[in-house]
Each structure stands twice: as structure tokens, then as C-alpha cells.
T-cell receptor
Framework: DAGVTQSPTHLIKTRGQQVTLRCSPKSGHDTVSWYQQALGQGPQFIFQYYEEEERQRGNFPDRFSGHQFPNYSSELNVNALLLGDSALYLC????????????FGPGTRLTVT | GENVEQHPSTLSVQEGDSAVIKCTYSDSASNYFPWYKQELGKGPQLIIDIRSNVGEKKDQRIAVTLNKTAKHFSLHITETQPEDSAVYFCAAKLSGAGSYQLTFGKGTKLSVIP
């Protein structure tokens, strides 16, 4: 039973560029949440997708956008990258409307230079 | 919004001793409290969770207690082993429609000394 997978593992981008991160949820899960984890901090909620729609958003600017596909996989897009966007980006999947029991993937380490 | 405070930020224990990590939350509408273990270079791993209608939950060497009145919950690890060394995060989730995010504490780095 495959867990949550994310790609790529690491990414280096230049300030001002755009990036796309990908996530495949755990088998049987239909909800995907994205979190940003700065070094030495707890994960911060970016947004959550359910039934291909964004249903809750955290305190992140519009530069952060996402998408969920019919197979429940998801993408996170970040435009106009800033140095402060350097972080570990985590995808979590869960089952059903309540979004309890969120299981995390290994993350994508984004470095902006 | 919800705010979660976690203490201590670092904890060192001798192998075989117990470890306790404590968290407080601000919003009494929170009804779900998971704990995650994060090893270096990995994503957080869900190790135990508790809902607000339960006061305590146990899974082998790990237990979580919840005090709704005081708005705090704790993780207890007994008979610690070197492989328990990691960063542990508590989190809280509000109940109700439109509330799906987990709000995390800042983490506790647990070191188990052999």
C-alpha cells in the first residue's frame, strides 16, 4: 500500500521564477492538504483540496495556488518566488469530509537563491 | 484562529526513562489532537491522535491525555529507546464546517541517550 508520494525531492530556483510541486495521495484518500515547513518550525497550512476544489486556505498570498485532479493527485504552484519561500513543502492526504488523520509525504525541499 | 503552544522545545532522557511533552491550545472549539514524529529528512509521521470526547488513549509505549477544561494535551512515551529520538509535533483541528487545517506547535526535539 503506497503512502503519500511527492516530487521532486529537491529543487533549486532563482528569485522571481515559478515552481510546480506534485503530490499523489495515499491509496483510498481523496483529500490533499499542503503545508510549508520552515527550518526549525512546525508545518504551516497553505490550503486543502477536496473534490477538485480549494475548500480552505491559510494565510498565504495569491502567489500560492493549487489544483487537484480527478485521480485525487494535486499540484502546488508558487509564482514570483521570494527568498523567503525556501522551505520544505509537505503534502498530506486524508479520507472523507472531516480531514482527520492526515498522513504526510516526505516533502519537497525548495531552495530559492 | 487557533494557536498551539508546545513545551519543552528540547528534551533529553536516558534510555528506558519516560518522556512527557505538553501542548496547550487556545480555541475550545478544537476537537481533534494528533501527534507527529519527524525524523531528519523525512515528513511527519502520525503516531497517535485523540478526539475531544476521549480523555486518554494508549498504543503500546505511547499515550496521549487530554484535559478539555484546561485546554491542554500531553504525549507520554514510556521505556524510551534510541529510535524514539526525533522531533515531535502536536497539532489541533477546529470542529465545524470549513475547518480542515491542522495547527501545529513548534516542536520538541527528543534525544534518548543510550
Amino acid at each position: 500500500d503506497a503512502g503519500v508520494t511527492q516530487s521532486p525531492t529537491h529543487l533549486i530556483k532563482t528569485r522571481g521564477q515559478q515552481v510546480t510541486l506534485r503530490c499523489s495521495p495515499k491509496s483510498g484518500h481523496d483529500t490533499v492538504s499542503w503545508y510549508q515547513q520552515a527550518l526549525g518550525q512546525g508545518p504551516q497550512f497553505i490550503f486543502q483540496y477536496y473534490e477538485e476544489e480549494e475548500r480552505q486556505r491559510g494565510n498565504f498570498p495569491d502567489r500560492f495556488s493549487g489544483h487537484q485532479f480527478p485521480n485525487y493527485s494535486s499540484e502546488l504552484n508558487v509564482n514570483a518566488l521570494l527568498l523567503g519561500d525556501s522551505a520544505l513543502y509537505l503534502c498530506a492526504s486524508s479520507k472523507g469530509q472531516g480531514a482527520y488523520e492526515q498522513y504526510f509525504g516526505p516533502g519537497t525541499r525548495l531552495t530559492v537563491t | 484562529g487557533e494557536n498551539v503552544e508546545q513545551h519543552p522545545s528540547t528534551l533529553s532522557v536516558q534510555e528506558g526513562d519516560s518522556a512527557v511533552i505538553k501542548c496547550t491550545y487556545s480555541d475550545s472549539a478544537s476537537n481533534y489532537f494528533p501527534w507527529y514524529k519527524q525524523e531528519l529528512g523525512k515528513g511527519p509521521q502520525l503516531i497517535i491522535d485523540i478526539r475531544s470526547n476521549v480523555g486518554e488513549k494508549k498504543d503500546q509505549r505511547i499515550a496521549v491525555t487530554l484535559n478539555k477544561t484546561a485546554k491542554h494535551f500531553s504525549l507520554h512515551i514510556t521505556e524510551t529507546q534510541p529510535e524514539d529520538s526525533a522531533v515531535y509535533f502536536c497539532a489541533a483541528k477546529l470542529s465545524g464546517a470549513g475547518s480542515y487545517q491542522l495547527t501545529f506547535g513548534k516542536g520538541t526535539k527528543l534525544s534518548v541517550i543510550p
